[in-house]
C-alpha cells in the first residue's frame, strides 16, 4: 500500500507541476475529418493553380493584349474576356 501512495503522491504532484507550468494537453474530436478535409482543399487549390498556369500560357498573347484576365479569387479562378474578343462590333 505504501507503494501505490507513493505513486499516487507522485503523480498529483507531476500533474499539477505540468499544469502549472502552462502546457496544456488538447483534445479534439473529429481531428482526422479536419486533416481529410484540409488535404482535399489543398489538392483543389493545387489543381486550380496548375489549371491557371496552363491558362496563363496558352494565352499569353492575349492577356499581354489586355483582351483576357485571371484572377484567383475566394470562389475560384475567374475568367474575364473582353467583348471585343466575342463579337465583332456592329455586326
Do not use: H, P, W, Y
Not at 19 to 38: H, N
Not at 62 to 89: C, H, R, Y
Request: proline share 0%.
Amino acid at each position: 500500500m505504501d507503494k501505490l501512495g507513493k505513486f499516487f503522491k507522485f503523480s498529483l504532484l507531476f500533474l499539477s507541476i505540468l499544469s502549472l507550468s502552462g502546457c496544456t494537453f488538447i483534445f479534439q474530436k473529429g481531428r482526422s475529418s479536419d486533416l481529410k478535409k484540409i488535404e482535399e482543399l489543398t489538392r483543389q487549390l493545387d489543381e486550380l493553380n496548375s489549371t491557371r498556369s496552363l491558362l496563363e500560357e496558352r494565352l499569353a498573347q492575349e492577356l499581354k493584349d489586355n483582351q483576357v484576365n485571371l484572377k484567383m479569387m475566394q470562389k475560384g479562378l475567374v475568367i474575364t474576356f473582353v467583348a471585343d474578343v466575342l463579337f465583332d462590333s456592329g455586326k
